[in-house]
T-cell receptor, first 115, second 116 residues
């Protein structure tokens, strides 16, 4: 089944404790991205990757890192989480489309609570 | 700058009623793409439809239909004979290929509650 998976789905952590949220897709998509969803602020892009070893900042990259060493994986790293990073996180992937906007398919979401 | 407005924050209907969710967008590009996603109570984002700016044909998929009107910059979504399972938050989104990062700009969402 074609899908985007995220782990963990739920995470409670404390301020400053490094964490990684994994994202994996099995659709051979070149493009992957991370969004966060917050009440009143909607969905905002954190980072994106157009292909392996190619990553760039989205609208709200502060406090996050990403890497793209393999095509299927795009982990989101919070090196020193803070309470304002409490949010619902989504990973998405798509083909790059060569100038066209392909449909982005989203993972199930990861609910993060930073105490 | 691109912007998507979903003026209806919450809509409540009774099962079997028809309901239309409004979406108005702003863009300076001539080429752009519009999407609708559904977020059920379980939280995931489910893709419903993608439409490019050159295709103004309306689309119907079962009980769902979409009306794209460039003249009014709107891309409205209608559910016919609504069901309780349609209860969810629905997001309209816009993307411009000229933007770095293929970023989707989402509207604020419309929470639809379908009561039995």
């Amino acid at each position: 089944e074609a899908q985007v998976t995220q782990n963990p789905r739920y995470l409670i952590t404390v301020t400053g404790k490094k964490l990684t949220v994994t994202c994996s897709q099995n659709m051979n998509h070149e493009y992957m991205s991370w969004y966060r969803q917050d009440p009143g602020l909607g969905l905002r892009q954190i980072y994106y990757s157009m292909n392996v070893e190619v990553t760039d900042k989205g609208d709200v990259p502060e406090g996050y890192k990403v890497s793209r060493k393999e095509k299927r994986n795009f982990p989101l790293i919070l090196e020193s989480p803070s309470p304002n990073q409490t949010s619902l996180y989504f990973c998405a992937s798509s083909f790059t489309g060569g100038g066209y906007q392909e449909t982005q398919y989203f993972g199930p979401g990861t609910r993060l609570l930073v105490l | 700058a691109q912007k998507v407005t979903q003026a209806q924050t919450e809509i409540s209907v009774v099962e079997k009623e028809d309901v239309t969710l409004d979406c108005v967008y702003e863009t300076r590009d001539t080429t752009y793409y519009l999407f609708w996603y559904k977020q059920p109570p379980s939280g995931e984002l489910v893709f419903l439809i993608r439409r490019n700016s050159f295709d103004e044909q309306n689309e119907i998929s079962g009980r769902y239909s979409w009306n794209f009107q460039k003249s009014t910059s709107s891309f409205n979504f209608t559910i016919t004979a609504s069901q309780v399972v349609d209860s969810a938050v629905y997001f309209c989104a816009l993307s411009e290929p000229s933007n770095a990062g293929n970023m989707l700009t989402f509207g604020g969402g419309t929470r639809l509650m379908v009561k039995p």
